[in-house]
């Protein structure tokens, strides 16, 4: 079955970076799109990042761009997400989709598949 594992979440200082990764197993991975969501306490999961099948194409919500960096690695079927400058307001659990078409898209509910999380925590 379908598998998403995120790792490197962790305690880091306002200004500090922080990469992300998401190994997928039990799907051709070079198919599909793959986003990076966050929720935090008391709010809605939110669109944080997302990359096309071959990783032609990627879209990020505005408060990260310029910050945050999506990109993907189809021969270890890993997908990453590079963190600079970070701010409190990017404190959340981070979390990594898969959607079953190559097409990068920002809607949580085209996605099929998710990861359990991985916790960002940012001191100020």
């Known amino acids: 079955q379908v598998q998403l594992v995120e790792s490197g979440g962790g305690l880091v200082q306002a200004g500090g970076s922080l990469r992300l990764s998401c190994a997928a197993s039990g799907l051709t991975f070079s198919t599909y799109a793959m986003g990076w969501f966050r929720q935090a306490p008391g709010k809605e999961r939110a669109f944080v990042a997302t990359?096309?099948?071959?990783?032609?194409?990627?879209k990020y919500t505005d408060s990260v761009k310029g910050r945050f960096t999506i990109s993907r690695d189809n021969a270890k079927n890993t997908v990453y997400l590079q963190m600079n400058s970070l701010k409190p307001e990017d404190a959340a659990v981070y979390y990594c989709a898969c959607r079953l078409s190559a097409g990068a898209r920002v809607t949580p509910q085209l996605y099929d598949y998710w990861g359990q999380g991985t916790q960002v925590t940012v001191s100020s």
């Open positions: 990359i096309s099948g071959r990783g032609s194409s990627t």
